[in-house]
């Protein structure tokens, strides 16, 4: 008799967490409930569900970005109030950006600005959660855990954990960030790291040889199953585990490993963190990835914003312009919607330290592509940048225009911990001015 066993309280035989991708070697294919998760994502293509081939990279900028000097300098503000960097003139005429964003300013044609998103969550857990989530949890500064999924996860869910050719995760973290995770939707709809032991895994440990004999091997218990199975179930499975193998052996894998780009564009993007991740993300949704978060941190500014700014943004303002240029070029505008944002804004007066402090009633949002109508500047402030003066953008507002951009029905429910259906979307509107 042959016995394979499993330790139930990890997600594989090894211990290996289930965003840990997919391990070949050792024992041959070892990550056993990958096929499974090609399944989920087969079935929700299947239920009668649209699936758009769409995409969202998230830039996270953590700490919280100020909106004064990234969007909304506000120059005719009294000095204590207007941006400390000064303001640069973008393609759209009569909109400027802050003095240190001069490449982003040249693609506002492509940007559409939102100078009214607010919260009402000054704290960093809370802002976090509320914007990555679409609604606020109060207890999240006190370490609490999550109690929405963030929006990254409902997309896996929707989609299914990972597409059903490719194989490429629905869902890929580049730097994690509270409230990004899956909550009660459960662990394999949380975002995949390819960072560390992961990106290990994906590279093939035997030879194709090998490999061939493995899955002969696979499919000789299949067979065994099979003769006893009389629901035909197994016979559904070919399919899922033929992607699995397709997971390590096509392309998925070549979207992580930026040696298989072209040189000069590598160089485009900066031999830095965040123009990498740039670059990554863009190869990941072409790949079929549909939710990328980058997390670019550093914004909490309390003192010497004006420095600080100056040391920061030069890598961000680079990296999101060639980012936009290559997406255009690439003719995927349309398909990858770029959401820029943090936790809250700054306040909007400058603090004694020559700083800024947390300040949730207004905060920076910008977004590009998607299909959305770009090249505009959506609401207003009020005069001294500190609240809208328009009509609130509220991160529901921004939730609800991601699921029309993925294609995800806004009344969609869950089951949650209590065995009830929950909206992912209580509320909300999609931002009219883009759509």
């Known amino acids: 008799m042959l016995e394979l066993v499993c330790n139930r309280r990890s997600s594989d035989c090894e211990g290996n967490s289930r965003r840990d991708f997919l391990k070949v070697g050792v024992l041959g294919l070892g ?12 079935q929700a293509a299947s239920s009668g569900q649209p699936v758009k081939d769409t995409s969202v990279v998230w830039l996270w900028l953590g700490g919280g970005a100020t909106h004064v000097e990234t969007f ?32 982003m300013a040249m693609q506002a044609h492509r940007m559409a600005v939102v100078r009214s998103f607010a919260h009402s969550n000054s704290g960093h857990g809370g802002g976090t959660h509320w914007v990555m989530t679409g609604y606020d949890h109060r207890n999240a500064d006190n370490g609490d855990l999550p109690t929405r999924p963030g929006i990254g996860a409902i997309v896996s869910r929707v989609r299914g954990a990972n597409h059903p050719v490719t194989g490429m995760p629905t869902y ?27 990106q290990q895994n994906m590279r093939l ?84 990835c549909g939710f990328v978060t980058i997390h670019y941190g550093g914004w909490d500014m309390h003192g010497d914003i004006k420095r600080s700014l100056e040391n920061l943004s030069p890598a961000m303002d680079h990296a999101v312009a060639t980012f936009l240029e290559d997406v255009e070029q690439r003719g995927l505008s349309d398909k990858i919607l770029l959401v820029i944002s943090g936790e809250f804004g700054r306040t909007p007066r400058v603090n004694g330290s020559a700083g800024r402090d947390h300040w949730a009633p207004l905060s920076t949002l910008a ?65 009219a001015e883009l759509l």
Request: glycine share 12%.
């Open 31 to 42: 990550a056993v409930g990958l096929p499974q998760l090609l399944a989920a994502r087969s």
């Open 72 to 103: 909304d300098p506000k120059m005719h503000a009294p000095k204590e109030y207007r941006s400390t960097t000064g303001e640069v003139a973008t393609s759209l005429p009569g909109v400027t950006f802050g003095g240190t964003f001069p490449k």
């Open 205 to 288: 440990q035997v030879s194709q040889d090998r490999l061939a004999d493995r899955r002969a091997l696979l499919r000789g218990l299949d067979r065994l199953k099979r003769e006893a199975d009389t629901s035909r179930v197994m016979e559904g499975l070919d399919q899922f585990e033929q992607q699995a193998f397709n997971l390590v052996l096509n392309k998925a894998p070549e979207a992580f490993d930026l040696n298989k780009e072209d040189p000069r564009l590598l160089d485009q993007y900066g031999n830095n963190g965040i123009g990498q991740q740039m670059l990554l993300a863009r190869r990941l949704c072409e790949a079929g």
């Open 367 to 431: 977004l590009a592509g998607g299909g959305l109508k770009m090249g505009q500047v959506v609401g207003e402030s009020a005069p001294k940048v500190d609240v809208p003066k328009s009509t609130p953008i509220t991160p529901l507002d921004l939730m609800a225009t991601i699921f029309h951009v993925l294609g995800i029905d806004p009344h969609i429910q869950f089951v949650n911990p209590a065995g009830r259906p929950v909206y992912m979307l209580e509320g909300g509107s999609p931002i």
């Open 172 to 198: 890929v973290r580049l730097g994690g960030i509270y409230g990004d995770g899956p909550a009660f939707l459960g662990t394999a709809y949380a975002p995949f790291d390819p960072g560390g032991q992961a």
